[in-house]
T-cell receptor, first 112, second 111 residues
Framework: NAGVTQTPKFQVLKTGQSMTLQCAQD?????MYWYRQDPGMGLRLIYY???????DKGEVPNGYNVSRLNKREFSLRLESAAPSQTSVYFC???????????FGQGTRLTVV | EDKVVQSPLSLVVHEGDTVTLNCSYE??????LLWYKQEKKAPTFLFML????IEKKSGRLSSILDKKELFSILNITATQTGDSAVYLC???????????FGPGTRLSVLP
């Protein structure tokens, strides 16, 4: 049982480049989330998807787009990367509200 | 605006010590409070608390919630070097779809 799988684990981008972070869960969870984690700031929600076919903005959505491709997969896209998007990105999922979230191993992204 | 504050932000202790980590929150229509342990990578779930005064326990770790005073504590007794990690507190509101995380407490346990 893999849980939540994120790819890639590491990425270096030049300013202005685009990329997509992939996330898949095999727990049949309804809700999925993308967070970024910066030193001293905890985890901040970028976007979430409460169910297949729906997505909503979180606390820091600017510069990002998401796609809930199906129940398993939730991708995060940076259209034009900026140095301020250098961070560690975590995908998470839970079955529904009021249940704990399970996290992927994270993607360390550096934008130069 | 929903807010979660943790203290201390950093703590260094020696093996065998007991530590108490604090989490206070301001959230509209509180549903639950969760504790996670984050070592090198993914946060891993420790506890979910929804009711005041009921202690949750797992081995040397325990946690309790006070919904009147809006805080929770996480206790670790007889600490070991393997307890070194960042401990994250998160709160979920009934009306919300997501968890609001605090900045975390970085615990270092020295041999």
């Amino acid at each position: 049982n893999a849980g939540v799988t994120q790819t890639p684990k590491f990425q270096v981008l030049k300013t202005g480049q685009s990329m997509t972070l992939q996330c898949a869960q095999d727990m049949n969870h309804n809700s999925m989330y993308w967070y970024r984690q910066d030193p001293g700031m905890g985890l901040r929600l970028i976007y979430y998807s409460a169910s297949e076919g729906t997505t909503d903005k979180g606390e820091v959505p600017n510069g990002y787009n998401v796609s809930r491709l199906n129940k398993r997969e939730f991708s995060l896209r940076l259209e034009s990367a900026a140095p301020s998007q250098t961070s560690v990105y975590f995908c998470a999922s839970n079955r529904d509200r009021a249940t704990e979230a399970f996290f992927g191993q994270g993607t360390r992204l550096t934008v130069v | 605006e929903d807010k979660v504050v943790q203290s201390p932000l950093s703590l260094v202790v020696h093996e065998g010590d007991t530590v108490t980590l604090n989490c206070s929150y301001e959230v509209t229509n509180f549903r639950s409070l969760l504790w996670y342990k984050q070592e090198k990578k993914a946060p891993t779930f420790l506890f979910m608390l929804t009711s005041s005064g009921i202690e949750k326990k797992s081995g040397r770790l325990s946690s309790i919630l006070d919904k009147k005073e809006l805080f929770s504590i996480l206790n670790i007794t007889a600490t070991q070097t393997g307890d070194s990690a960042v401990y994250l507190c998160a709160v979920e509101a009934i009306s919300g779809q997501n968890f609001v995380f605090g900045p975390g407490t970085r615990l270092s346990v020295l041999p």
